[in-house]
Every structure is written in structure tokens, then in C-alpha cells.
């Protein structure tokens, strides 16, 4: 094989020893050379089989080069700053530890059941300095003009809550999804309170702000929804004498949603307080619910009645608590700040009370009327079979003897002792249940009168004290 040049591209003429590129056939000296090629430069020619690359190699080598940059350039993920967040909290103080570690002096039901839905919350509650600005999303748009006040009220409806308390039942309702508004003398002491909504879940919340001054208290509850209808917040300063305007509450603390409607009598001032007068029915279990415009927005929270003065009830204005939500509200007050309508509604509490009272024994004296009456079934039965014998006394119902010491013979359970000793036991157990409800009443203030008319149209008077 001829010499070869390092480079590969040429070779020298073996007559004359120039160099001569190897595509040349023949050198200057005139010399015969065969030709060459670059593609088989000498630098790589051997006895063994070339080992050069494929086409078909190049190709896919290709491939995967450009698609490698396509995928660098345009599917890569985009990066994350997940890490320089977390990196920035975790300089960040944790003040929900020293909170943890603290005692906690009220471990009532409702505050247990309150935190511990809480803590199983997807959802943390919000913020206390949230933005209260902030628009939600289960606000129902305004109703147009020709809207019904049938389609007003089934927007709003979701919304108000029936509040169950220690001492007793009033109404409230959702402004924000995890904020509600209802009264203070609804709330009474209690830290935690229970609602009922509209469709019969129940959820615990948390009595977070009292203005007495105002009778407004501002709630909170333990899992927000997002998809929680709210009633937006109008303007009482916008009201004119003889607008018409809904009432919606749980009269007698036991009629859930209850809707009456009225209009406008005007607006009252007292104790600093803006009052919106109204003809609305307002009856005791309405405190604490939504006076609203024919736009479906809350203009007043219904707070107070008159009893003997028919069409005469009273809402605070809505202003003083989108003020307390907004953070405005400075007069918050520890004395109700009513005084001059105060005063001359004294009494109203008891009359609600002694009102619901009577609402609370007229459904249970039902309930027990219809107790007695498979009682009444167990009697006959009794009688018919086991004891024949004619019996002293003259009851409402003819079972009440079982209660009467030496009120039936001595040989009465003679012919089923054991069928006799279960009418026996269940006969003092429905004594207890009337002894109970007869008990509540009187707490309630419930006159004594209107408790033996209900027995008496029942078919229940007896001594049940005895």
C-alpha cells in the first residue's frame, strides 16, 4: 500500500515523491496513479471490514436529537416555585402551637363538636382579617323588577337558620358563607349554638362578636361551604315609609321559616340605634331573622314586638352590621342600647317565652295524647281477657286507676300477673313523661289555665303530681 499523509487527503507519488491528492489520476511527473475517494479516506482503510456508520443509525440518532430539543423547548414542565414558598414559611412563626398548648375553659358539646369539625375541615375557617369586600359566589344575583316575592323568598330561604341555644330558639342568617347574623338576647350566654337549616342538617357555630348596644351578635361556623346561599346586605337608610318588606323567621321557635309580610311604618332612633319600624307579624323564634326589601337584600334584623299592640315590631338596621363585619362598628356596647323602646316593651321576653311555652306544651300533650290512645289498646285488651270485674273510681281514661294507690283490687293482676305488671310500668312511665312537659310549662311561664284546657281537650286531666 502506497505511504499515506496523516491528514488522510492526499499521498505521495512513489516516482517522484510529491504529495498528490488522492482524487488525482496522475501525478506531475507523469506517473500513473489510481484514483481515490474522500469517502474512503486512507487514514481509515484497513484489511478489516469497515466499520463506518449506518444511514438507517444517523437517522435515528437524528430523531431523537430534534425531539429531545422539541420536548426541552415546549412539553417540559413548567418550573415550580413550591419550594422557595415553602422555604419562605418555614421562617415564619407557627402561633397555632402556643394556641394548641393553652387550657381551654369551655368544654361544652357545642364547642367540642365545633372544634372538632373544624380540625376535620378540607376548608381551615377564614382569616379574621379577610377581606370582607370579597364578593361570594352563592350571593343570588339581584332579582329583576318583575320578579315574584314567591321567587324572592325561595332564593333567600337556604340561607336562615333556625338557632337552638341553652335557653331557647330564635332565627339567623347567612351574609357570608361561613358568617351568620342573629340577635344577642337570642344567643343569651351561650359560646356555641347549634343551627337547623332548611332542609334539616344541623351544623355547630361559634358566637363570635356581641354589640348589646345594638342586640346584634356576629356567628361563625366550623366548616364553611362554598356553595352556601348568603343574603346580600342592603341599606335601611334607603327605605321610604310604606315599602313593602318580608319577615322570614321560626315563629314560637318551632315553625322554621315562617314568612310574613308587611311594609314600612318608618325609622325610629334610640340609643344610637337605627330601628326600622314595620307591620310585619313578628312573633316570638322571629328574633334574630332577615327583614328583607322585594330585591331579596337584608334591611333589618327582626329584634323585638309588641304583644298587646297589634303591627308593631321592630328590626335593627342592617348598616350596624355590615359596620361590625367591616370592622366600623366601635359602640359595641355592655348595656342594650334600646333603652327608650326597652322600656317600653318590658316584659316582651317573658311574653315570648311564655308564648313559646305553650306552643312547646301544646305539641307535646299531643304527642302524649297519642301515646295514651295505644295504651287505651293495651287496656281493652286487659280487660277483655285477664279481669272483668267492675272497678271503683271514674278517670278520663280508665288505665289512670294503675296510678291511684288501692285504686284497683287487689286481685286485679290475678289473671295475667305479668301482662297486669306491664301495664303497671308502662302507666308510670307516661306519668313521668306528663310530669315533664307539665314541668317545662311552669318554667316557662305558661298559665295554669292553658294547661288544663289542653288536658282537658285531650282527655288527660288527671293529678299527675301525685
Known amino acids: 500500500m502506497p505511504d499515506q499523509d496523516q491528514t488522510g487527503f492526499s499521498r505521495v507519488c512513489p516516482s517522484c515523491g510529491r504529495r498528490v491528492p488522492r482524487n488525482v489520476a496522475k501525478c506531475r511527473c507523469g506517473a500513473e496513479l489510481p484514483a481515490e475517494s ?6 481509515v482503510v ?9 444511514p438507517i443509525v444517523a437517522i435515528v440518532v437524528a430523531v431523537l436529537v430534534i425531539g429531545g430539543a422539541g420536548y426541552w423547548m415546549f412539553l417540559r414542565p413548567a418550573p415550580s416555585i413550591t419550594t422557595k414558598l415553602e422555604l419562605t414559611a418555614e421562617d415564619e412563626p407557627e402561633p397555632a402551637a402556643a394556641d394548641a398548648a393553652a387550657p381551654k375553659a369551655d368544654v361544652s358539646p357545642e ?3 365545633w372544634d372538632a369539625a373544624a380540625a376535620n375541615s378540607p376548608d381551615a375557617p377564614p382569616a379574621k382579617d379577610a377581606d370582607p369586600a370579597t364578593p361570594e359566589a352563592a350571593t343570588p344575583a339581584p332579582l329583576s323588577a318583575s320578579a315574584t316575592t314567591e321567587e324572592m323568598v325561595a332564593r333567600v330561604m337556604p340561607a336562615i337558620v333556625l338557632i337552638e341555644t341553652t335557653s331557647g330558639r330564635g332565627s339567623g342568617f347567612f351574609v357570608r ?5 342573629t340577635n344577642v338576647h337570642v344567643v343569651e350566654n351561650d359560646g356555641y349554638v347549634t343551627l337547623r337549616k332548611s332542609d334539616g342538617s344541623t ?3 361559634r358566637v363570635e362578636t356581641k354589640a348589646p348596644a345594638l342586640d346584634i351578635a356576629i356567628l361563625k361556623v366550623a366548616t364553611p361551604s362554598a356553595s352556601q346561599v348568603v343574603i346580600p346586605m342592603g341599606s335601611a337608610h334607603s327605605l321610604r315609609a310604606g315599602q313593602e318588606i318580608v319577615v322570614i323567621g321560626s315563629a314560637l321557635g318551632t315553625l322554621q321559616n315562617s314568612v310574613s309580610r308587611g311594609i314600612v311604618s318608618g325609622l325610629r332612633t334610640s340609643g344610637g340605634a337605627t330601628l326600622v319600624q314595620t307591620d310585619a307579624a313578628a312573633n316570638p323564634g322571629n328574633s334574630g331573622g332577615p327583614m328583607l326589601d322585594r330585591t331579596g337584600a337584608a334591611i333589618g334584623i327582626t329584634t323585638m314586638g309588641y304583644k298587646n299592640a297589634e303591627g308593631l315590631n321592630f328590626g335593627v338596621a342592617i348598616d350596624h352590621a355590615r359596620d361590625m363585619l367591616e370592622g366600623r362598628q366601635v359602640n359595641l356596647g355592655s348595656q342594650r342600647g334600646l333603652n327608650e323602646i326597652q322600656s317600653r316593651n318590658a316584659g316582651s321576653e317573658s311574653d315570648r317565652q311564655q308564648q ?13 295524647a297519642d301515646v295514651a290512645a295505644k295504651i287505651d289498646a293495651g287496656w281493652k285488651r286487659y280487660r277483655d281477657q285477664c279481669y272483668k270485674s267492675p272497678l271503683p273510681g271514674n278517670y278520663d281514661r280508665p288505665w289512670f ?22 301495664m303497671e310500668s308502662t302507666a308510670k312511665q307516661f306519668r313521668a313523661m306528663m310530669r315533664s312537659a307539665i314541668d317545662d310549662a311552669r318554667r316557662a311561664n305558661v298559665l295554669p289555665g292553658t294547661g288544663r284546657d289542653l288536658l282537658r281537650q285531650n282527655r288527660l286531666e288527671f293529678d299527675w303530681e301525685r
Open 111 to 113: 364547642r367540642r363538636a
Open 401 to 422: 286507676a294503675l296510678l291511684v294507690p288501692r285504686g284497683m283490687p287487689a286481685d286485679a293482676g290475678n289473671g295475667c300477673p305479668e301482662y297486669y305488671a306491664d
Open 203 to 205: 351544623m355547630n357555630a
Open 46 to 54: 484497513s484489511d478489516e471490514p469497515s466499520r463506518g456508520t449506518s
Open 38 to 43: 474522500l469517502t474512503t479516506p486512507a487514514a
Open 177 to 181: 358563607h361561613d358568617t351568620l347574623i
Open 356 to 368: 313559646q311555652g305553650e306552643e312547646q306544651l301544646r305539641a307535646r300533650i299531643g304527642q302524649l
